[in-house]
């Protein structure tokens, strides 16, 4: 961008020059014929030619009459030569008239002012202006840096595709990284709006909203927090947030639960090396403290084994529409309404058996082995949101025993008022 800069103040710079230059050598050049010495010298010739004529006239060589006509052609050659003599100098003055200094001027400022204006409107002066210098020598941009560059290419990018959720996304990233979290939250939003409600998408906004928070998990945070979870339970950027959040606060058998849930799942996105460092560390300050790690496997505690099907009536009215986003879930039977357990499916999926258990838990405290009972919840969402609205799909069994061994039927056979 910087050589692109200075190829163009060049080119102007070679116009500039180029205009003065004429100007200047014009002016220089500017010279007015002087014509004197050929009208005395004229002049001259016309008297020796003239005595000539009287002197043959006077020794009989001419008679009356050529004496007559040789003197007046000669007086008509000198009148000739000194009316081309004044022509001609005349011509010279008006050939060496000085060239105007409005004109070199005017043209300097339409071109200063129509390249400026045509660079704002077109160039990319913001992106080199606010483009941090590389120090000379070996030395290079250090990470803040280089974060800035690319904020910069990402905000022009999403300018120029202001529908570009992977654009915006990025964009969000890169501003948390340095510090910008209110514009980084803007961002997010941008994707949800674009893309729709993704667990990823509030993960990202409870991470942003967390460190804005000066790592502290704020209403606000655990609002991000719960819309991530009620979306995919398992979503890696929210359990690497909780378990980090454990960890700070040394809760480090949650931190292991939260990281090992995120692990287990083994997504292509996630660093699954650097959750199982942390997890070894965070095993390690457990032993530290006293402290025995906690069996995590899943196979333990309650197994609520569901049978989910959808009935006619509801599959008739599906049909006839795109697929549905379905989840399913178990809340407290005191009232609680955070879920201990969900799983999210389409309605394509069904009918299906599902198992709800602590490995499906929303938090790592809050599990269904730590109630008696709950209320088992089956909605087909009409917008692809969380929650029970009008218009969706239901169906719900009240006050189930977490330790219910047999299977569960759940039929999705009514419609929200």
Partial sequence: MIELLIIVIAFILLLLVVIWAHYITQNKQQTVTDNSFRDETNVRLYHEHKEEIERDFQQGGLDEESYQYLKAELDQSLLSDIEDNAQEAAQGEVQGKPLSIIWPVMLSIFILVFSGYFYTQHGAFDLILNTPKAET???????????????????????????????????????????????????????????????????????????????RITPQVQTYIDKALALDARDPSTNILLGMDHFVNKNYQAAINAWQLVVDESRPTVNVDALKAAIVEAKNRLALTGGEVADTNATTGPQLAISLSISDEIIQELSQGEDKVVFVYATPADGTRM????????????????????????????????????????????DGGVGIKPGDYKAEL???????????????????Q
């Fill in 137 to 215: 020598g070996h030395e290079v941009l250090d990470e803040q840096q280089q974060a800035i560059v690319q904020i910069q290419k990402l905000k022009q990018m999403t300018q120029q595709q202001p529908d570009n959720s992977d654009a915006w996304y990025s964009l969000g990233q890169a501003l948390v990284g340095i510090g910008e979290f209110d514009d980084a939250l803007a961002a997010f939003d941008r994707v949800i709006a674009i893309d729709g409600e993704h667990a990823d998408l509030f993960g990202a906004k409870a991470q942003a909203s967390y460190y804005k928070n000066q790592q």
């Fill in 339 to 382: 879920p201990l357990a969900a799983v999210k499916l389409n309605a394509s999926d069904l009918p299906i058996d599902i198992v709800l258990n602590d490995a499906r838990a929303m938090t790592p405290q809050a599990k269904l082995s730590d109630v008696e009972q709950v209320h088992l919840y089956a909605i087909i969402s009409h």
């Fill in 398 to 416: 009240n006050n189930v025993s977490v330790n219910e061994a047999a299977p569960i039927n759940m039929i999705i056979d009514s419609v929200v």
